[in-house]
Every structure is written in C-alpha cells, then in structure tokens.
C-alpha cells in the first residue's frame, strides 16, 4: 500500500468521514460526510499530489450569466474552486494537495473548504442544476 494513501486514508477516517469506496492499486478513496454535505468525494493520491474532486451538478442550461457567477463564486472559496468537466457539463468542485508535506489540518482545511460551500452557494448550486 502506498504509504501517502495509507497517511491520506487514516487522516479522513480521525475526521469521521464513511470510506465508501476504496482501491489501494489505484490509490483512490470515495468518502462521504453527510453532517458537512459532502458525498462521494473521490480522493486521488498521484504523486506527488492529492486530487480531491466532489460533484456538484450538471448543467441543464448554459447561461453566460451562470459562469461568470461560478467564476466570480471561485475567489471567495478558500481551498479549490469550481471546475467544468472536460467531457461534460459536469461542475466540480476539485482541489489538490501537496501529499509530502500533507498533515491532517491541511485536509481538514480543504474539506471544510468544501462544506462551507455547500452551505453558503447550495441555493445557487441548486438553481445552476435545473
């Protein structure tokens, strides 16, 4: 097992987070935190990163008004940022980690990146989404 996956691993399972899918060859993780929003998250450790991808929503209708507000949406967001998928249109809310130097406060940072996003965006997330 790669020792960053085990380190990445233990980090998320003390931060209560469900490990719901796991493949150690390809050193991915999908976990989830209902308590913080988050769900099926799927966690790559490429070294020397760690890629931390959670899907938001797909878009039904484009709107230039729409991106500009997502873009506009990614400087207030203190870890990661909206994402457009390169073979859909598929938001996502993406970030990477140096995984050498990762330590438990810089994950957890990240992840409350993400549910204070939730929070403060979902009315918007779910309006992009219809």
Known sequence: MD???SKVKAYLLDLDYVISSENEEENFLVVTNEEEGISNMVL??????LIMEQFLFE?????LEMY???LQ???DIIHGAFVLD???NKVIFRDTLQLENLDANELEGSMNSLSLLL????????????
């Open 86 to 88: 390169e073979e859909s």
């Open 68 to 70: 500009k507000n997502l």
């Open 59 to 63: 878009v039904k209708n484009e709107s």
């Open 119 to 130: 929070s403060e965006y979902a009315d918007n997330i779910i309006e992009y989404s219809k």
């Open 73 to 75: 949406k990614n400087r």
């Open 44 to 49: 790559i450790c490429a070294d020397p990163i």
């Open 3 to 5: 020792q960053y996956f």
